[in-house]
T-cell receptor, first 112, second 110 residues
Framework: QKEVEQDPGPLSVPEGAIVSLNCTYSNSAFQYFMWYRQYSRKGPELLMYTYSSGNKEDGRFTAQVDKSSKYISLFIRDSQPSDSATYLC????????????FGTGTQLKVEL | DVKVTQSSRYLVKRTGEKVFLECVQDMDHENMFWYRQDPGLGLRLIYFSYDVKMKEKGDIPEGYSVSREKKERFSLILESASTNQTSMYLCASSLKYGYTFGSGTRLTVV
């Protein structure tokens, strides 16, 4: 079983839609959860960083962690064409600056 | 802003060549990482380093080595390039809160 599973998509939504991206993980030792966004032919960039269970909001983005279900989500409100990218979840047992395990990424396309 | 610079965006090398991929960061980060990214497989950790002259194997170190002689520079070496090492290579550095990635090097081994 992979340590973290992520649906690869592609996911296509109309502009303005609410997008839900999800990952599941297998090891309850993971405490730190991140979302990265990767545009085509670029390196990933950190979008959201959370520790433990709960929600964290930043503008149109909300990261949610449910440790009891080992399930993490990223919600994008009022999606824009500029949100079209691949979104990768990443998890770590010891901190966001240490060794991370990444999901395979979900490709998102927001259409006009 | 932290900047992570990878020396080449695109490289084409022949099978059996020794290949050097260079990565430099400018924010005094302790930790540096090398990943490769392949469709359907995601990011896989090759090697990482938490300090100068220190290195640790990641999940797929076979066929690779690394060098960290200075804090800001982390080099990935393909000892004898093979076609199955054709991939996107990503370098990252970090302190506490997540990685900063370089733009990647797309390596093709022919």
């Amino acid at each position: 079983q992979k340590e973290v599973e992520q649906d690869p998509g592609p996911l296509s939504v109309p502009e303005g839609a609410i997008v839900s991206l999800n990952c599941t993980y297998s090891n309850s030792a993971f405490q730190y959860f991140m979302w990265y966004r990767q545009y085509s032919r670029k390196g990933p960039e950190l979008l959201m960083y959370t520790y433990s269970s709960g929600n964290k909001e930043d503008g149109r983005f909300t990261a949610q962690v449910d440790k009891s279900s080992k399930y993490i989500s990223l919600f994008i409100r009022d999606s824009q064409p500029s949100d079209s990218a691949t979104y990768l979840c990443a998890i770590s047992p010891t901190g966001g600056g240490n060794k991370l395990t990444f999901g395979t990424g979900t490709q998102l396309k927001v259409e006009l | 802003d932290v900047k992570v610079t990878q020396s080449s965006r695109y490289l084409v090398k022949r099978t059996g060549e020794k290949v050097f991929l260079e990565c430099v960061q400018d924010m005094d980060h302790e930790n540096m990482f090398w990943y490769r990214q392949d469709p359907g497989l995601g990011l896989r950790l090759i090697y990482f380093s938490y300090d100068v002259k220190m290195k640790e194997k990641g999940d797929i170190p076979e066929g690779y080595s690394v060098s960290r002689e200075k804090k800001e520079r982390f080099s990935l070496i393909l000892e004898s390039a093979s076609t199955n090492q054709t991939s996107m290579y990503l370098c990252a550095s970090s302190l506490k809160y997540g990685y900063t990635f370089g733009s990647g090097t797309r390596l093709t081994v022919v």
